[in-house]
């Protein structure tokens, strides 16, 4: 789903660092799942742990998040999601409970 259709469906505006072209329909349940835990400002051990994923899984899923959301790495990727939090957690449940 398109970021501002998706937004007039939740009546929460995404908040952008950056020019935002990428589409949250192309991400995985797992990419979802690494996605909000990011969000949730916790530590990719951690994530890795909550997860039963290897330390470098949880980065090579957070660097394929970036991509496909059109985020420039990891450390945008982490603003975005803590910044958007809420939104996040809106989505996810209305497309994946």
């Known amino acids: 789903m398109n970021p501002k ?3 007039k469906l939740f009546n929460k505006p995404l908040i952008f660092d950056c020019d935002f072209e990428g589409s ?3 991400l995985t349940k797992r990419e979802w799942d690494v996605l ?3 969000a949730d400002d916790v530590p990719n051990e951690n ?3 909550n997860l039963s994923l ?3 899984s949880v980065k090579t899923y957070k ?3 970036a ?3 059109s985020l420039l790495g990891r450390d945008q990727l982490a603003r975005f999601a803590r910044k958007n939090k809420d939104w996040l957690q ?3 449940s209305h497309y994946f409970l």
Do not use: G, M, P
Request: net charge negative; no cysteine.
């Open 47 to 49: 994530i890795a742990d």
């Open 36 to 38: 909000l835990l990011v």
């Open 5 to 7: 259709v998706s937004e």
């Open 90 to 92: 809106e989505y996810y």
């Open 54 to 56: 290897a330390l470098k």
């Open 67 to 69: 991509i496909k959301l």
């Open 24 to 26: 949250f329909d192309s």
């Open 63 to 65: 660097t394929r998040i």
